[in-house]
């Protein structure tokens, strides 16, 4: 490909220093009210990561308790609030705005060539809401923290008496909050292209964003009527879900996981998004089998509303909607190998960069495939009947959740650090942050794998002392986690006060963000970049320049 | 892939779509008291101006609804709308007055939602413009639909399949809601 | 593919504040025919008008498909208790105002004309016309929503209230709707009431309407005409609450939570439209909108067409019942 692969009005490799969208502004007010897309991913990934700091103090809390066989630290009441605030605020609060809302934001319209998102306004409407749901959720823990489960099943939650509704209609409002993420980022990629972004000119996070965004306008409105439906069935027993009532909770299972199964594919196709970002620009070769990677996250949404009948099976599910689910829960098997296969075999015979981002592209190369493969085991309606609701099912969706979407998430993180803050991290750290955290996902849930299948069931407070020296290395497992996520907070801040300057282009991306000053200025592009390549070609015409530690376009251009 | 939504194909718009009842009026009758800022010219805006007025002229001749591709969007003769309004009201009255009718066990339900999805149909279609515009609306719209119907069959389905489970549970406890 | 790409347009922080076309490249020149300087109602972001309504035009019908999406849990509950409990649904639609919701349809109807009239009058910048049908669309919202008031005082008065408020001050077979189908059938069931209530006879009433039982003493071996109608709305049967004399269906309550959940859900829909439409309409009087710019209201009438939409559908299903 001779072209290069974008032609933009090329600003010197240059970076802060002048106007960039953190300066133009200032104050808080113009942070809080800000239209700026940027902005807005910024505000929502501080959220996000603290959020993301109180779910795993959480988490840590309840592997604390899991050290012994009885009690260690807390009653088993506040231990059920513990596990199901670890579990409402990774799903809802971190896992499923951290891509798309926060990174995405800021990310996405970059890639696209666009000034802005579509509706800058429902952009920020968005935000504020999900700080009111996050509001709400933790009120609840103010007044007598939720117990249910972060699944919120009836009749249990109808009748605790811990405070269900403001959790829930936290969940309600982060709903609204995703909704109006995921139609926003369709109109954008729809209507905002500049001349020659064909959508198989679009990054593969583009892609993977807008498969996101149609299963959170498709799903989410469901979760939204299901809990109002809770809810109310709470407040005045209106017989729907209560079976005391009349009601069906088998049915609120079906609504719940009618937007739940999807909304694991919102936490994992951006992930996916992401990975593929970062493998062909650390391996310096085009990806392999663009348009299969694309079109794959579009069938994985889709049959992703085909299967949500996969957590019923032991629920009370007649065995023909069991048979019907499990079949079609194989078929995701497809589209997801797909991806893995073409992912490695970009690597293959490529010029592999093993930095920070990288490492935790393998980390999740490895852990989602025994996070998916695991969740082909509990697809089988026979084995399922002995794994169901037990620690095998934790550790499944553990490592795809957070061995796949966080990891994805902190790769992500580290990827476009320089892009967002200007900054560079100390390379050297974030590869032991990022080998930190491997090893400690690694040794706190693969235990877990062995427990569940020896029958150790999920949520309780005692166990047999059998069990109790696979916990302890679990519960080990995840102080390491603990310190390697420190350590990372700890010179990403360190960054933001004494980093280097990052370059325009430091890890030599092709894709359009990397033509934006680190951080990019305010209006991203001063006239619409017109795109001629796809956004992987065109490494062989980038060349790392020593003095700027980055990469710049070469000055003769190979043919 | 760009059917319907490559924004730099989209075409300014040169003119309104005429009507059959109406000359459209860019300086319409009370426009004098409330200038118009949507179109009110800025100081480099003449040429446009100009091109407005032309249109203006133009548009009695063209004069019908084919011309869906004039101005931002397809505007629909009053004539139509009123006879889709006709329509539904008859459509309700039938609804109504069929309900005395006895058709059988699920006849009367099954005739109701034929109506209903007549009457929802040319809502669609005409007031909510899906006749004229592009596509991918009627196809995001269509697949909420598909989504619906999958999410309740499935539902339904499964519910059937254990109503027997819940029978005999009821059966075997006293009611239990009370007085 | 360049073609209708705007000039750069000189970065405003301010959004809609108006900002002149600035011509900066001549590479640009040869396609600026149209001139299409930033208009006050044109935001920063988008190059033009053609491009920012079928943006907002395209958010719109993914936010309707999410309202589908959102009224679908309710369908689903209401099918599914529909199509397990009919006796329930039999033996409320005897307490259904037909005639109001009827009302209440053709106002709807009529709105959702003049919502559609005014999304006309917007493109061809007709004011007067435009405040007109939007007053008309409202005043119509309005009554909608005074119908349902009175509805619903009507329930709550006769008792029909969701969950275990629901306590009918009437038993269904004193009702005039069902006195005039099925008369031999509300007067035995009187009669058996009476019979248990007043002579404390409750186990010859059992025999009675126990099929499966032979017939003691005083009453003969009721009729179809008279049996079939109280099994059906499950005053009688396996499906009553209590099996030892008329009553009410087992989890009658739950039809009623329905209804109201639907409607109520539906009613907040007209709320927020009839704030849309009065924002709408002020907008409108200050004649702010045009053919270049008519999108909120085209937005707000496709919006108030969904919920004429759900209503098209609600008022068989809840008011209509056989
Ligand atoms: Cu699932």
Redesign the pocket.
Known sequence: MAAPSTTVDVVAPRSSGSDNYLTHDKGVLSWIFTLDHKRIGVMYLCSVLTAFALGGFFALLVRTELLTPQRTIMDHDTYNQMFTLHGAIMVFLVIIPGIPAALGNIIMPLQLGAKDVAFPRLNLASYHLWIVGALFMLSSLAINAVDTGWTFYTPYSTTTSTAVVPAAFGAFILGFSSIFTGLNFIVTMHKLRPPGMTWFRLPLFCWALYSTALIQVLATPVIGITLLMMIVERTLHIGIFDPMLGGDPVLFQHFF?FY??PA?YIMIVPAFGVIGEIIPVFSRKRIFGYKFIAVSSLAIAFLGFL??G??MFVSGQSVLAGTIFSAITFLIAIPTAIKVFNWITTMYKGVIHLDTPMLYALAFLWVFTIGGLTGIFLAVMSVDVHLHDTYFVVAHFHYVMMGGAITAFMGGLHYWWPKFTGKMYEEKVGRVGAALVFVGLNVTFFPQFILGSRGMPRRYYNYLPEFQPLHVLSTLGAYTLGIGFLLTAFYLYKSLKSGKTAPMNPWGGATLEWHCSSPPPYYNFHKPPVVTAGPYDGYENLMYDETISGYVPRKEKIV | MANDDTPQNAEQPKSMQGSSEETPTIAPEDDATAPNPAFEPTEQDEPEQDEQADAVSEDPQQGHEKHEDHGLAHTMPIWMMLAVLGALMALTILTVSVTSFDLGSEGNLVVAMVIATIKAGLVVTFFMHLFWDKKFHLILFLTAVLFVILFLSMSITDRGEYQHNIDLYTNATTPAVGK | MSESISPAIEPKPGHRVPAPAVHEDADHGGHDEHGHGAGPHLAHHFDTYQQQFDAGKLGIWLFLLTEVLFFSGLFCAYTVYRGMHPEVFVYAHYFLNTTMGAINTCVLLVSSLTAAWAVRNAQLAQRKLLVLNIAITIACACTFMVVKFFEYQHKFHDGLLPGPAFHPTEQVWELDAFKKKHPEAAEYAEKLTQLAEHKGDVSAVAGAIDLTRPVTGKFERPTEAQLEPLLKAGVIGPAAEDTTRPSKPRNAHVFFSIYFFMTGLHGIHVLAGIGVWVWLGIRANKGQFGPKYFGPIDYSALYWHLVDLVWIYLFPLLYLIH
Do not use: E, G, L, Q
Request: proline content about 0%; cysteine-free; aromatic content about 24%.
């Open positions: 996981w739940s199964h694991v299967v949500w996969h957590h």
